[in-house]
């Protein structure tokens, strides 16, 4: 199975590698939304990791132009997002994403919100609840 990750920021980028390396998943990286729906295109990875906080287009555009293109629009996106403020999670949602995890990145949240998104765990239920446990921090 095939990830890739979007975001600009190198220290959080090869966490995420490194956590989805750890649950099997090849990651491909972006450090901004254009090159990355590129390579979402070009490789159509089951899972897109999105920092909201990208240069240029931002994380919630270049979910919504994945999920209007019949080319990736299959892709899980979970929205990753250093912003704690009211509404973002319905943003998030309304761009077409399927989870959402605030930084910092805590490693028992992300590994339940990926297997949950992919199906991994056999419940599918880890993305929203996952928001609901662990949003505030
Ligand atoms: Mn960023």
Known sequence: MK???????PVNLSLTVELLSQLGLEALCASDAESGIRLARENKPELILMDIQLPGIDGLNAARLIKADPATRSAKIVAVTAFAMQGDKEKIM?????????KPIRYKEFFDTVRGVLGLD???????GSVEKDGRS
């Open 3 to 9: 990830a890739l990750v979007m975001e600009d920021n």
């Open 94 to 102: 309304e761009a077409g994403c399927d989870a959402y995890l605030a």
């Open 122 to 128: 056999g419940t599918g239920d880890g993305a929203v």
